[in-house]
C-alpha cells in the first residue's frame, strides 16, 4: 500500500479513520458524477431559468448569465467540490477548518439550504397535483377546454388545426391552461392578505413528496447511486421531445428570436445582473454546501476536476434548452393571442406550468405525454431535493458526529417531518405570495450573494489559493491553470461584490406578476434574508469575544486556518488495517486531513 499520498493534520481537525470509514463513500465512480448532474440539473433549469430570463428581457438575462457563468459559477463550483473531497467534511464545517473566524459562513449555509428545501418540495407538490389530474379527465386534459367549474367567462379555447383563436366571450382573453393554475390547483387569492384555506390536494402531494424524499436519502445519498443515475439521465429523453415539438409550433421563431436578442438598455438595472449571478448560484448549489457534501464522499485520488467541467456543461446546455423550449411556446401563445411576447403571460414562478402544458396540447395521446412530462419534472425537482437535504442533514451531522451520526435516519425523519410541516402554509390558497416571498429572499439575491463572498474569501483568501491548486495537484495529480487560481482569488469575488453592491443600491422589491406585496410583507421577506446574513458577522464577533486571548490576538489567529499541510511520514496502524475497497480507498488516503 503506497504512502506518498498519505497526510495528517495538526491539532484537532477534520475526522478519524475510523469516522471516515463509518461515515461512508460512492459505491461506484459514476455515482457522484450523477449526483452533482441531479444536483446542479433540475427544476433551476426547466423551472426557474425560463422564468427569470422572461422577466429580465430574454437576451440581457442571458448576457449577465454568461458572465457569471464564466467568472464565477464554473470556477467556484470546482472549488466546492475539490475541497470538500480534500477534507471529507460538508458545507457547514469546512469553512471553520479553513479560518475560524468566519465558521459563521457554515451556519448561515445551512440556514439558507433549510429555507431552500421548505420551499423547494412546493414545486415538486404542484407537479405531482398536474401528473395526477393529467389522468383524471383521461383521455382529454383537464387544461385543454373552458366549459370546467373552474373556468370563468373569460375563458377562450385554442384550435391547433387552425392558427386562430376562437375568442368566446369578447373578454379580457385568459386560457384554460391559465386558468387551471389559477383556479383549480392554487385556487389564488387577491393577495397575501388573504391566505384563505388549505388546498387539501396539494396538501397530500406535499406529503408523498417529502415521503419519497425520504426513502431516498434515509441511509444516506451515497447509498443511492443507481436511484441518481435514473434521475440524472430520464429528463433528457423528454425534454429533446417536447423541444422538438415546440420549436416547430407557428410563432415560435419569434419566441425564440426575442429569446436570444439582447437589449442592451435591461443591462443598465440592477435586475438581469441580480438575478443572472443568483441563478448561476442557485442552479450550480454554490453556496449552499451541497457540492462539499458530494464531494466528500469522493476517493482521495478522484479527478473532480472532470466531472465538475461534464456538470457545468452539462447544466448550462440543459437551461438553454429548456430556454428555448419555453420561448418558442411563449412566440405561439403570442401569435394566437395577438400580444407581444412581453404580455402573453404573467412571468412567475408559475411560468412553466403555463408553457410546458400548451405543447402538451400538441402532441398525439396528449394525457400520454402530459404525465411522462410532469414525471420528468417530478424526477427533476426530486433529484435536486434529496441532494439538497442531504446538504443540510450531511452538515449537521458532522457538526455533532458523536450526538447525530448514530441516529442519523431518525435525525433525517424529524428533518423531513419539520420541513412537511413549516410547508403547509405554501399550499394554502395565498400559498402562492408566500412562495414567491421565500423564493426571492431565502435562498437567492443577497443572502446568497453574502455567503458566497465570504465562503471564497475563506478559501482562496485566508487558506489561499495557491495552498488550493497544492491541494487539487496532490488529489488529481494536475496542478489547475493560473486561469483558475485567478478566479478563485480576483475574479469571483470581484463580480460577487460588485453585484451584491449593485443590488443593495438598486434593491427592487419582490413581486408576483404585478400584484406588490405590502410594506410589512418586505419587512418580513428582508429579516428572512438577514436571518442567514447575521450568522457571519454574529459568529465573527462571538468567537472575538469567547476565545482565550486579547482581542487582537484572536482577530489575529481567528484569520489563520487549523489545517497544516504536513507529509504524514509513517502509515497509522489503524490506517493501515482499513480495506482498500473502492468505496474507501479515498477515505484511506487521505485519513486525516491536510492543509496549511
Known amino acids: 500500500m503506497a504512502q ?3 497526510w495528517e493534520v495538526e491539532g484537532e481537525v477534520g475526522i478519524t479513520v475510523d469516522e471516515r470509514q463509518e461515515r461512508g463513500g460512492w459505491k461506484n465512480r459514476l455515482d457522484f458524477l450523477f449526483s452533482c448532474i441531479s444536483l446542479s440539473v433540475g427544476l433551476g433549469n426547466v423551472w426557474r431559468f425560463p422564468y427569470l430570463c422572461y422577466k429580465n428581457g430574454g437576451g440581457a438575462f442571458l448576457v449577465t448569465y454568461s458572465i457569471a457563468m464564466f467568472l464565477c459559477g464554473i470556477p467556484l463550483f470546482f472549488q466546492e467540490v475539490a475541497i470538500g473531497q480534500y477534507l471529507g467534511l460538508g458545507g457547514s464545517t469546512f469553512v471553520g477548518q479553513l479560518c475560524p473566524i468566519l465558521q459563521g459562513v457554515g451556519y448561515a449555509t445551512m440556514t439558507m439550504v433549510f429555507f431552500l428545501d421548505l420551499y423547494y418540495c412546493i414545486i415538486i407538490a404542484w407537479t405531482l397535483f398536474y401528473l395526477i389530474n393529467s389522468f383524471t379527465y383521461f383521455p382529454e386534459l383537464p387544461w385543454s377546454k373552458c366549459g370546467n367549474p373552474w373556468n370563468t367567462e373569460s375563458c377562450y379555447e385554442k384550435q391547433w388545426n387552425v392558427s386562430q383563436v376562437v375568442n368566446i366571450t369578447n373578454l379580457t382573453n385568459t386560457s384554460p391552461v391559465e ?29 408523498i413528496g417529502w415521503v419519497v424524499v425520504y426513502l431516498v436519502i434515509c441511509k444516506g445519498i451515497h447509498q443511492s447511486g443507481k436511484v441518481l443515475w435514473f434521475t440524472a439521465l430520464f429528463p433528457y429523453v423528454i425534454l429533446i421531445i417536447l423541444a422538438c415539438k415546440a420549436v416547430t409550433l407557428p410563432g415560435a421563431g419569434t419566441g425564440l428570436l426575442y429569446y436570444v436578442t439582447p437589449r442592451w438598455s435591461e443591462l443598465l438595472g440592477s435586475g438581469p445582473w441580480i438575478d443572472g ?7 450550480y448549489s454554490i453556496g449552499t454546501g451541497a457540492l462539499p457534501a458530494l464531494g466528500s464522499y469522493n476517493n482521495f485520488n478522484y479527478n473532480c476536476y472532470r466531472d465538475a467541467i461534464i456538470t457545468c456543461v452539462v447544466n448550462t446546455l440543459t437551461s438553454i434548452l429548456a430556454g428555448c423550449m419555453t420561448f418558442a411556446i411563449l412566440g405561439n401563445l403570442a401569435q394566437e393571442q395577438d400580444v407581444s411576447i412581453e404580455s402573453v403571460v404573467t412571468s412567475g414562478p408559475g411560468l412553466v406550468f403555463l408553457t410546458y402544458p400548451e ?8 394525457p400520454i405525454w402530459a404525465g411522462i412530462f410532469f414525471l420528468m419534472l417530478i424526477t427533476l425537482g426530486i433529484d435536486s431535493e434529496f441532494c439538497l437535504v442531504e446538504s443540510f442533514v450531511t452538515g449537521m451531522v458532522d457538526s455533532w458526529p458523536k450526538q447525530l451520526r448514530p441516529r442519523r435516519r431518525k435525525f433525517t425523519f424529524l428533518v423531513c417531518l419539520s420541513l412537511c410541516i413549516l410547508g403547509i402554509p405554501m399550499v394554502t390558497q395565498g400559498g402562492i405570495f408566500i412562495f414567491q416571498l421565500m423564493d426571492y429572499y431565502s435562498a437567492s439575491g443577497m443572502c446568497l450573494l453574502w455567503v458566497c463572498f465570504f465562503q471564497t474569501v475563506a478559501i482562496s483568501w485566508v487558506f489561499g489559493g495557491e495552498k488550493v491548486s497544492d491541494c487539487i495537484e496532490k488529489m488529481t495529480g494536475v496542478r489547475p491553470s493560473k486561469f483558475w487560481y485567478f478566479c478563485w482569488v480576483y475574479l469571483s469575488p470581484a463580480v460577487i461584490l460588485g453585484i451584491f453592491i449593485f443590488y443593495i443600491f438598486e434593491y427592487v422589491p419582490a413581486k408576483y406578476g404585478n400584484y406588490e406585496y405590502p410594506t410589512w410583507a418586505e419587512a418580513i421577506g428582508i429579516m428572512i434574508s438577514l436571518s442567514s446574513m447575521l450568522w457571519i458577522p454574529g459568529y465573527a464577533i462571538y468567537y472575538l469575544l469567547t476565545s482565550p486571548g486579547s482581542f487582537m490576538e484572536n482577530l489575529k489567529e481567528g ?12 502509515v497509522t496502524e489503524q490506517a493501515a488495517k482499513i480495506p482498500m475497497s473502492e468505496s474507501h480507498a479515498g477515505l484511506l488516503t487521505k485519513s486525516n486531513s491536510f492543509m496549511k
Open 559 to 570: 484569520f489563520v486556518s487549523k489545517v497544516n499541510l504536513t507529509p504524514l511520514k509513517k
Open 277 to 283: 449571478a443568483s441563478q448561476i448560484f442557485f442552479a
Open 179 to 207: 386558468e387551471f393554475w389559477e383556479r383549480r390547483m392554487l385556487g389564488m387569492t387577491s393577495g397575501i392578505l388573504e391566505i384563505g384555506g388549505i388546498r387539501w390536494e396539494l396538501l397530500f402531494c406535499l406529503i
Open 4 to 6: 506518498t499520498d498519505l
Open 359 to 366: 405543447v402538451v396540447l400538441t402532441l398525439p395521446w396528449a
